[in-house]
């Protein structure tokens, strides 16, 4: 996926050679809402609302003053999942004993998209996004969240994005916006064991975009 993105752009460069390139830097917060179900037995079930700082650093390459191509890496954070659960502990005694759940999510995504921009008046602009983004969990993912028997935790995939902000234009090149950011990952794996998991995480970026025009 990383090397289609990077292949996009060169074929894409030589094509517009009077746009504009410009970069950014967001630095903000992420909304994580998890869902995880799990359909065996009793099917079991998580869901949580955490919170994660979130960075982010854009390249765009605008057409012309309203359209913009754009790829994006993003840090969404670390969301820390802590809660107790009960299990038997002689089976088939009813005698049940509690144990501690620490599961850690950290995910990135690197995002291939457009941006459309309209002034509303001088200097002062609203934009929208939409693409592609290419996520990864580095050191677990949701299906942790409810008993499996799958051992290999991080994992990857595609799923659409959107955003919607504002910007302002200080100088001919340097601009300062605010950005909501919308990218909902949603997977279904079968396990021998486990039955058939599914998990929606849905990431809410809520960003400070400091911009520079070359």
Do not use: C
């Not at 005698?95 to 291939?112: A, D, G, H, N, T």
């Not at 909902?184 to 025009?213: A, C, M």
């Amino acid at each position: 996926m990383k090397k289609i993105i990077l292949l996009g752009v060169l074929v894409l460069l030589p094509t517009y050679t009077q746009a504009t390139v410009v970069s950014e830097i967001l630095i903000g917060k992420a909304k994580n809402k998890i869902h995880t179900y799990q359909d065996h037995d009793l099917g079991d079930s998580y869901s949580s609302t955490l919170n994660s700082d979130s960075f982010g650093f854009r390249l765009g390459y605008e057409f012309n003053e309203y359209l913009a191509f754009e790829i994006a890496k993003h840090r969404h954070g670390e969301s820390v999942n802590e809660y107790t659960i009960s299990i038997p502990a002689h089976f088939p005694s009813d005698y049940k004993q509690s144990m501690q759940v620490r599961v850690p999510l950290e995910v990135e995504s690197i995002r291939f998209g457009i941006k459309g921009k309209s002034e509303i008046f001088k200097d002062f602009s609203i934009n929208a996004r939409f693409g592609v983004a290419h996520w990864e969990y580095k050191d677990a993912n949701p299906t942790k969240l409810v008993p499996t028997d799958n051992i290999q935790y991080q994992e990857s995939g595609n799923d659409l994005y959107a955003a919607i902000g504002l910007e302002y234009l200080f100088t001919e090149h340097f601009y300062l916006g605010v950005e909501y950011s919308l990218l909902g990952i949603k997977e279904s794996k079968e396990y021998d064991y486990s039955g058939t998991i599914k998990y929606q995480h849905d990431i809410q970026d809520f960003s400070v975009v400091l911009g520079w025009r070359f």
